[in-house]
DNA sequence: TCGGTGAACGTTGTGTACATCATTGAAGAT
DNA sequence: ATCTTCAATGATGTACACAACGTTCACCGA
């Protein structure tokens, strides 16, 4: 594996690397929706030329993270309630799949890597600056799960929906629509719940209060989403 | 519409085109599995500088159709016989949520689109000429399918998964590994049986009929493997 | 004052030359 | 004869200059 390695990083490791980065960036609203990203900047800020850049681009728009226009800009996309909605739709369901498909019992690593995010998530503070610690948090969880199923089409597909709803999430999170204590609270709790179906074997229940957690996270979203109507 | 419109198509517009070009010509089997894709040559043929030609290849290598290795050249990818059964466990799961979410009944248009291909299929021969266009008729069945559901990140990914089974169930069918008659009769025998059902109006059944016309597919390739193991 | 027009500017898109990498083949030492 | 070495070759990866495009704002006319 390159990342443990100290050789040099070959053209694809630096590429991938570049995406996730911009990702996370994306995804953690450094660069929120709607947000122009100047091509000629960002290869300055890695040192590099516009040209592996923009293949790296290419790529997040056609993930749906980001849209190009000739002689206008690079954007950060955004999200129509509509668009939200279905792709909420979808997770509910592909969550469910991930313990029916290829489902792979957690070994003592993985299990231990949940309960480190569960004792994180029991450590957060309901501190506006802890925000971004909270989502990257959630971002580990998501990731954690991917182990979860051996179907690596299923599972790269669902860490996929949740790179679209997450800056969404986090973007009601920070106006305020949501209440942070709140969320924080379900999360661990989340979290705790699916170690103990984990620890006990039971992936399938594991699957199930994913599921639910889901299900209230968009529930909330939803219901905020009356009192102050968007595009 | 770009495609009808005789204004000069944008970048856009010839990227997407370009792609399609390309992803189709994957899937037909114009270029197989493990060949070797000549930057330049490609470059040549579609009168364009490898600039372009790139950020398209690098589109094709995030759907996973092409890996490209620095130094060595761009190669179709294949699909190992594992890798092959996930996606066909998860096709046969994303079949059934079409008609559960966000289900869209067929106008007219739609409907005749289907009656087109039902009829083009009947007519189709047995004839190892016919196997491009056969597998183009397909193509043509799976991609009306993605009107029949408003979820559209569902919709492209059940897309997106039949152009990675594709190519390798043309591949069989080449190697003479599955039987030409066989396969045209069932399939016309789909398209029917799912016309039929979108024209009562139950989305449902005809969701029901897709899914199992594609698990009969699988089946006969498996069967077929046990005679000749591949890698 | 208001509306239209065009030139200047900044951005993404494209072409081209070069760098880097991996393979291949022949030449040389053992 | 066989293994090693290395130079030649052709591929992808990178940098840079320029073209194409859309916006903006100043200017001009009514």
Not at 101 to 130: E, K, Q, S, W, Y
């Amino acid at each position: 594996m390159p990342l443990t390695e100290d050789a040099p990083p070959s053209a694809r490791d630096r590429a991938d690397a570049l995406e996730e980065e911009l990702r996370d960036r994306i995804c953690l609203l450094d660069y929120p929706p709607g947000m122009r990203l100047a091509e000629t900047e960002l290869a300055e800020e890695f040192g590099i030329s516009r040209t592996p850049l923009r293949r790296v681009l290419a790529r997040l728009e056609a993930a749906g993270l980001l849209v190009s226009v000739h002689g206008v800009g690079t954007f950060v996309t955004d999200l129509r309630d509509e668009e939200l909605d279905q792709i909420y739709r979808l997770r509910l369901e592909l969550a469910q799949l991930a313990a029916t498909l290829d489902p792979v019992p957690p070994d003592a690593a993985l299990l231990a890597r949940f309960r480190d995010i569960g004792a994180r998530a029991g450590a957060l503070t309901p501190d506006p600056a802890c925000q971004r610690a909270f989502a990257r948090l959630i971002m580990d969880f998501v990731l954690a799960q991917k182990a979860l199923s051996a179907n690596v089409p299923l599972m790269d597909f669902a860490t996929h929906l949740y790179f679209q709803t997450a800056r969404i999430w986090l973007h009601s999170l920070q106006a305020s629509a949501l209440d942070l204590t709140e969320e924080m609270t379900l999360f661990a709790r989340e979290v705790a719940q699916v170690t103990a179906a984990l620890e006990a074997g039971d992936l399938q229940a594991a699957a199930l209060l994913h599921r639910a957690h889901v299900s209230l996270s968009w529930t909330r979203i939803r219901q905020r989403r009356l009192t102050d109507p968007q595009s």
